[in-house]
């Protein structure tokens, strides 16, 4: 792999990571915000929640103004996904969001096929989870592990690792 595309690939992913790290916070924020009369909350801290202006007792930031209308379910959040190319374990170019992520119901998780502590537990609860899910893995639920490591984890390698947990359709190794 030459260097330019080996680049572009860890840029790729680190710009996913960040992405995805970022989104999560905010998402699980808005998902378990309460629905109250309270005017003002923390925006570090969404279960903070005050009828006046002041400041958060958890982390001292002032509360902000709740935004009208605002019901703490995903109704109105836009988390902006990156449509970034990558490849599969069968070499496939995808666009990750067109691709993986629109429309469906996903499970991520973050390895690299040389880890030897926590990345083979992951895969393997993959595995069960698969297992679990039967035939509406890759149907209704897509399970998708992403490489830290894309220099490393050329299409082949994540095959033989895809293969050393018996993934089956619906689980993508990019």
Known sequence: ???KRALSLHAGCLLLALAVGMAAPAFVAAMSAKVSDS???CPMDADVKSAK???CPKCGMALREAQPGATGDAVGLHLRI???TVYDQDGRRLRFYTDL????TVAINFLF???TT???PLAATFRKVQQELGERAGREINLISISVDPSTDVPERLKQFASKFKAGPGWSFI
């Open 113 to 115: 096929t040389t880890c």
């Open 53 to 55: 202006p002041g400041k």
């Open 82 to 84: 990156p449509d970034i």
């Open 101 to 104: 992520i629109e429309g469906r």
């Open 39 to 41: 005017k003002y909350s």
């Open 118 to 120: 926590v990345c083979p």
């Open 1 to 3: 792999m030459n260097s």
